[in-house]
């Protein structure tokens, strides 16, 4: 094959507009690829990122706007016409069927007789031609993260793409697989002339990695430039549409480098007294230890990170700690006391709020009202031995929404009713209320815009200066940096390492979410 | 000689009640494996089962009988289908409507109504009829009896083989995957609640114009229970399940045929005896991740 | 410290009311609903008039039979009664998540263990109808409960479990009353055991208030109506109830909260399965039933108690006025039969008119969907994560 260094138009979108009743995800979007290039697709959630790729794979219709792919005019009303005109996605969740095999899953999507010998023979050369290895007879719920992302690729190089769609690929890499995923990227652009969109909300991956940028902001294109030619800072100042000069925003931007915090000047070395201990703590899932021996301190009044990537155990000890999955060996001790972990609501009882990963599965009740999610963890205080205190659970949640600034059409609407934001200061709201010792904060930033997001940074430093142990459980590298005082790395359900921020580095970070020691 | 006689006997009537259930259960599988539980398969054979007797009546024909059961379950399955899968009300709540709904109906119009008897004609296979003991249950049957011989390895293949088949086990299996893949998750579903209709519409039929000759109120009288029960016994496997109806039929022929015959054995217990299977079945399976992942589980965009 | 949060007879009215009005879709899914309504009657008089019938005099026979009179009333009434039971059972545990839909054999079983009891037990005076009705509550929350094992135990789907135990049921009834257990003259002449147990003695009758000509009720009414009224509040006022509730409408974070989200969602369908056993007491002590135990002594109750629950979309409170509605279509049914229209006519109407109840909500969420706008109202009913187990 030669190499390809024309820039070829490949793929042209003109005034791209998708809404969904009153909300405009996309606004009359422009955007160009060409061949030999990935192009990075930069912008916060919600900014039209996915809706674009959506109508860019045939998964919804646009309501206005043209595509040109090489040129021509296309109509993209079905995923099947976009994968003719060779445009594939690598997704990140809920793409592979786990009782299906590798080779049925690599199957799903094409049209025609179902052919095993053909498929698996295609699989094999994918594999070898970019150094993927898989195995096609294998059934995909006895694969490993890293293992699934392989399939995903080749699945969609399979299918020979032009161009390739990438949304969000490293969030359950490590470092290393990161470095491997971008190696492949590149020889599949520069050797054989395919483009690819690398979408991310990761600054440093876009500038590291990609060739030209687009910058999405509220559904509109914001900036567009060569990669080499801009900063960081200017990347972000695009994507949220005013100066980044805050230092916590850039941390939740993900932009490098990173700076220590004030928290963490203040002598991260004389650790408090402990308020959480996690000792021993294991958890087996099908006969698999999905965490393995965690040992945690968290003291009064510290912010305490437990980083790592997707899937590196990080979700289970949240589901853990919020008390819906019960361990396989291991203590929890709260404010010195052993928790008995077989009880329900004991952690709450004990003293320990938590803000869960997914707050609509289990952070909130979203079709009961305000007063009610905000209260539910303090009936015994707040109602009687039998009955409801209407009244008192009134007044509480009066309370505590004024305190955390919770925006609600009236305290008896449906939490359903509330912006992202301010659900979010829901859970928050309610578990710090009563007498919290420890929090735990599972990515309490996904999801949520560049303010709401100072607002939480705000709101646990606040939680630490009152005292409160707080465990900050986090993917993203920056948000760890800039919050906590010590910082504890998982990697494949295990505590790779701990140390104080002044001695961490993203490298020394990255070695250890590698599994290995720094 | 009279042991093989009644062996013959209980056999052969075994296997005339296996039929309307072998059909049923073929077209309740594919519902299944797409990942809809189906209860309204009832519906789908008391419906077809009054529409053939009609239809045969109306016409003369018993063939073209068949034909209106095929189409009254095909129907049925579009209703619950649309219902349940484009409207998403609860699919539990479409079966217990829809069966009480044909189940009142039917009743209804056979007390209304007067039905000439019609029947399809018997087809013997020469020489393979007259095998001792297995001759006659096997290769003496109603016509319409022999396209099971078809339809199960048809329904096998396009499950196990076919890109259709393919991709209603991924829907079945899950359905936020198969979209995301690009397959019309709800409209497979409907596909394969069409299916089930015919299948399920061709068992109630063949019970009516096959086997009776006429249509009684509630005639299937939970057959189509009996077939979900069969689904489940077989582990949603399809040589399983079928295995399952031969059993159910035969301990159904054996309740009939017992009494005749002067042993006493408890006929509710033979009765019951496909109901306890089943749970029996599920306690045994369920833990090993033999049902599809999603069945039972509606599916809307959006909802992660 | 109940008396602080109890408000004034207006406010108490406001809340009934609200709780009356209709869930998401608001005026537009009542104005479907009375279309619809309006349909499923004209689709029955249609029916009638393609079968030579005559939708007036049928609709006449349906009112003479029901609520014309005394004795219309006091048939209306006495069916009102078990339906409203197991409706009430079925709000409980469908509020806490679960779907049961096995009342009618909860009923049958119900029907089966205050059988034994009246027929077994010599108790003295009332004290055998007390002992028949918990007895009856009993054997239906234990039926159900063997439906919540299956759940915990093994993850066994509770719709399927409930419902195949239905038909289990019917054949342990079928076998119970053929035995010395319940039927002591067992073997008739034709050496063929009755289809029926004995009937239970006197006095374990319900006694009836009223005389003729006047409606006569007896206490079963008012039990139901106590149990319709003490549920809705329960759930609406009580920690319980909360818990319910939460568990309902998502268990993980009731898990987080505290709740036994196994043990809770297993009472709730032992608790409806209870409901619907006292009405298959009921069933057997009230003369609406047969005073005996049969195969066909549930009749359609269970399972028309539960299409109660879905017009009412689990709301203990509506059930009430929609439970009459059903008990006139079977008194009137009975009345109608009476004229030479089948019965099954009521069964059609009945059908129908639970679609013209269902639809509507879900129709304008769809429509809405179309139209492009986000979906607001939750999936309400009991559209239930069928494996709430994952949460476990």
């Known amino acids: 094959m030669t190499p390809t260094t024309s820039a070829a138009r490949i793929l042209e979108l003109r005034g791209i507009t998708k809404s969904y009743g009153s909300v405009t995800a996309c606004d009359a979007v422009d955007l160009t690829v060409d061949a030999g290039e990935i192009h990075g697709l930069l912008g916060e959630n919600g900014a039209g990122k996915s809706s674009l790729m959506k109508v860019l794979l045939g998964l919804i219709r646009r309501d206005a706007g043209t595509v040109l792919v090489r040129g021509e005019q296309v109509a993209l009303d079905s995923p099947q016409e976009a994968a003719e005109l060779g445009i594939g996605m690598v997704h990140q969740h809920f793409s592979l069927i786990s009782g299906l095999t590798v080779w049925e899953n690599v199957a799903l999507g094409d049209t025609g007789a179902v052919n095993k010998q053909a498929v698996c023979a295609e699989i094999a050369e994918v594999a070898a031609r970019y150094g993927l290895p898989v195995d096609p007879e294998a059934r995909v719920d006895a694969l490993a993260a890293g293992e699934r992302q392989r399939v995903e690729v080749v699945k969609c190089l399979r299918r020979n793409p032009q161009i390739l769609i990438l949304d969000e690929p490293t969030s359950v890499l490590t470092q290393a697989e990161s470095q491997e995923l971008f190696a492949v990227l590149g020889r599949v652009v520069q050797e054989e002339g395919r483009a690819v969109i690398l979408i991310s909300h990761k600054l440093a991956e876009i500038v590291q990695a990609t060739d030209r940028v687009t910058v999405l902001r509220k559904g509109s294109v914001a900036f567009r430039a060569v990669t080499a030619e801009t900063t960081a800072p200017e990347l972000a100042r695009q994507m949220v549409g005013r100066d980044v000069s805050l230092h916590d925003e850039a941390a939740a931007l993900g932009m490098l480098p990173v700076r220590k915090t004030r928290t963490a000047e203040r002598g991260a070395h004389d650790r408090q007294p402990p308020v959480l201990r996690l000792a021993g703590l294991t958890v087996e899932k099908g006969g698999v230890k999905v965490l393995e021996g965690v040992d945690l301190t968290v003291g009064a009044g510290e912010i305490c990170a437990l980083y790592g990537v997707e899937g590196s155990g990080q979700a289970v000890l949240g589901e853990v700690l919020a008390g819906l999955l019960a361990p396989t060996a291991g203590t929890v001790e709260v404010a010195g006391r052993r928790v008995d972990m077989s009880r329900p609501g004991a952690l709450g009882k004990a003293g320990l709020g938590i803000v869960p990963e997914d707050r609509h599965q289990s952070g909130v009740v979203l079709d009961m009202s305000v007063t009610e999610n905000l209260t539910m963890k303090s009936l015994d205080r707040l109602s009687g031995r039998f009955l409801l205190r209407r009244r008192a659970m009134h007044s509480e949640a009066r309370r505590l929404a004024d305190e955390f600034n919770i925006v609600a059409p009236s305290l008896d609407a449906p939490v359903r009713s509330l912006s992202g934001g301010n659900q979010q200061r829901v859970v928050l709201a309610r578990e710090l209320s009563g007498h919290t010792s420890v929090l735990v904060a599972a990515q309490p930033t996904h999801g949520l815009d560049v303010g709401a997001i100072e607002d939480m940074y705000a709101r646990l430093r606040q939680a630490a200066a009152d005292g409160v142990g707080v465990l900050l459980i986090s993917t993203e590298l920056e948000e760890v940096m800039a919050l906590a005082t010590w910082i504890a790395v998982i990697s494949s359900g295990r505590i790779t390492g701990a140390l104080p921020v002044s001695d961490a580095t993203p490298e020394r970070l990255g070695m250890l979410v590698g599994g290995e020691a720094a | ?304 | 410290m109940s008396a602080a949060s109890l408000t004034s007879g207006d406010e108490i009215a406001r809340r009934f009311l609200a709780r009356l009005r209709p869930g998401p879709g608001g005026w537009i899914a009542t104005g479907l609903t009375v279309v619809l309504v309006a349909v499923a009657a004209g689709a029955s008089a249609l029916l009638l008039l393609l079968t030579g019938g005559s939708p007036s005099a049928s609709a006449a026979a349906i009112w003479t039979g029901s609520l014309a009179d005394a004795t219309g009333w006091t048939t209306t009434l006495l069916n009102a009664a078990p339906l409203l039971l197991v409706a009430v059972g079925a709000c409980i545990c469908a509020s806490a998540g679960t779907f049961n839909i096995g009342q009618e054999g909860q009923v049958l079983i119900g029907g089966l263990a205050g059988a034994w009891v009246g027929l077994r037990l010599a108790l003295p005076g009332p004290m055998l109808v007390v002992m028949v009705l918990i007895a009856a509550a009993v054997g239906g929350g234990a039926w159900a409960a063997l439906s919540a094992l299956m759940l915990r135990l093994r993850g066994v789907n509770v719709p399927v479990s409930t419902l195949l135990m239905t038909f289990l049921a019917i054949q342990l009834v079928t076998f119970a009353v053929s035995t010395p257990w319940l039927q002591e003259s067992a073997q008739g002449s034709s050496g063929i055991a009755d289809a029926a147990s004995n009937p239970l003695p006197a006095n374990a009758r319900l006694a009836g208030f009223g005389q003729y000509p006047s409606v006569q009720l007896n206490v079963g009414l008012f039990i139901a109506l106590v149990a319709a009224v003490g549920v809705a509040l329960v759930l609406s006022r009580s920690r319980w109830g909360f818990r319910v509730r939460m568990l309902g409408l998502n268990p993980l974070t009731a898990k987080h909260t505290g709740v036994r989200v196994a043990a809770l969602g297993g009472f709730t369908l032992a608790l409806s399965g209870a409901f619907a056993g006292l009405a298959g007491g009921l069933l057997l002590v009230s003369p609406v039933g047969t005073n005996r135990l049969q195969a066909g002594l549930s009749d359609n109750f269970g399972w028309d108690g539960l299409l109660v629950a879905l017009v009412a979309r689990n709301r203990p409170l509506v059930a009430i006025p929609v439970s009459l509605v059903f008990a006139v279509l079977r008194a009137g049914g009975d009345f109608l039969s009476a004229t030479g229209v089948p019965y099954y006519l009521v069964d059609v109407v009945k059908a129908l008119l639970v679609l013209a109840f269902v639809a509507p909500p879900v129709l304008i969420d769809l429509f809405s969907r179309r139209r492009g706008a986000t979906p607001q109202a939750a999936p309400d009913m009991s559209v239930v994560p069928t494996k709430v187990k994952a949460a476990a």
């Not at chain 2, 009743?107 to 001759?135: A, K, R």
């Not at chain 2, 083989?161 to 899950?174: C, D, F, I, T």
């Not at chain 2, 893949?181 to 068992?203: D, E, F, P, S, Y």
């Open chain 2, 1 to 304: 000689m009279s042991v093989l006689d009644s062996t013959t006997t209980i056999l052969a009537s075994g296997v005339r009640l296996t039929v309307p259930l072998a059909f049923a259960a073929c077209g309740e599988y594919i519902a299944e494996r797409a990942g809809t539980m189906n209860i309204s398969v009832e519906a789908m054979m008391l419906g077809a089962a009054f529409t053939s007797i009609a239809t045969a009546s109306a016409t003369g024909s018993a063939t073209v009988g068949l034909v209106a059961g095929v189409v009254t379950g095909l129907l049925l399955g579009f209703v619950h289908g649309n219902f349940s899968h484009r409207a998403q009300i609860n699919t539990f709540v479409v079966g217990l409507v829809l069966n009480a709904l044909v189940l009142g109906l039917t009743s209804y119009l056979i007390t209304t109504n007067e039905f000439v008897s019609h029947q399809v004609h018997m087809l013997s296979i020469p020489l393979l009829q007259d095998i001792p003991l297995i001759g006659k249950p096997l290769f003496s049957e109603r016509w319409p009896a022999f396209l099971l011989l078809a339809l199960i390895p048809l329904t096998w293949w396009l499950v196990e083989r076919s890109r259709w088949g393919l991709e209603l086990r991924a829907v079945g299996e899950n359905p936020q995957a198969a979209d995301v893949t690009g397959i019309k998750v709800n409209m497979r579903r409907r596909q394969a609640l069409l299916w089930c209709g015919a299948l399920a519409g061709l068992g109630g039929a063949y019970l009516a114009v096959g086997e009776v000759g006429s249509f009684n109120q509630n005639m299937t009288a939970g057959r189509g229970y009996i077939v979900i029960a069969a689904v489940i016994f077989g582990a949603w496997r399809l040589g399983r399940t079928m295995l399952g109806c031969l059993v159910f039929g035969l301990s159904d022929a054996m309740r009939l045929a017992l009494p005749a015959l002067g042993v006493t054995l408890n006929a509710q217990l033979l009765v019951a005896a496909p109901y306890l299977l089943a749970l029996l079945a599920m306690l045994l399976f369920t833990t090993q991740h033999r049902e599809p992942g999603a069945l039972g589980r509606p599916f809307e965009r959006g909802s992660t």
